[in-house]
């Protein structure tokens, strides 16, 4: 890496107070893999761009740094709750219905329990995140090494998958 490409890391870096210039320098390559996807003819398919890579950077939905599936539940809670004000919300808990229908199927032979009582077994996941330390923990960790924006406390941001999840099953006491 030259010099010039250095110094900017590390000026982009102390400007978004990231814990590394690692997280710059990754971007930078995930930016570039992007770009060299979106120019690769692969018709008749159609390449979809999604995820919190493709909020932070095409849609300026969340402000946030590209990482891996290690913190992927903290990560969707955050990204739920910064789009909150952008998406319909019954959309949101319709489309989580039809999930959850389409994968308690799918999956009755891995998880019976969720096939047989979905909104009983979602309640017992929400209570985990919301109860278990070590969700708390990620969340904190996610949001201080990964967001340069908005920085979302992970009560604030379980209260709207709470309401996300009241709106879908109401009998939910999220």
């Keep these: 890496m030259s010099d010039d490409a250095q110094r900017e890391f590390r000026e982009v870096q102390a400007f978004f107070r990231l814990p590394s210039v690692g997280l710059v320098e990754k971007d930078v390559h995930v930016v570039r893999a992007i770009q060299a996807v979106a120019s690769v003819d692969a018709d008749p398919f159609t390449v979809v761009f999604g995820g919190g890579t493709a909020l932070s950077r095409a849609h300026k939905v969340v402000r946030r740094m ?4 290690d913190f992927k ?3 969707h809670i955050y990204d739920l709750h910064l789009m909150r004000g952008l998406i319909d919300l019954d959309a949101v808990a319709g489309m989580a219905g039809e999930i959850a229908a389409s994968d308690a199927a799918e999956f009755r ?7 047989d009582d979905v909104a009983g077994e979602t309640w017992k996941a ?6 278990e330390p070590v969700y708390r923990e990620r969340y904190t960790g996610f949001v201080s090494a990964m967001v340069y924006g908005e920085q979302a406390t992970f009560d604030d ?12 099953m109401p009998e939910i006491k999220a």
């Design 66 to 69: 590209s990482e891996d599936v």
């Design 73 to 75: 539940i903290v990560r």
């Design 157 to 168: 941001a379980m209260n709207t998958v709470a309401a996300v999840a009241r709106r879908w």
């Design 109 to 115: 032979n891995q998880y019976p329990a969720y096939h």
């Design 126 to 131: 929400l209570n985990a995140l919301r109860t």
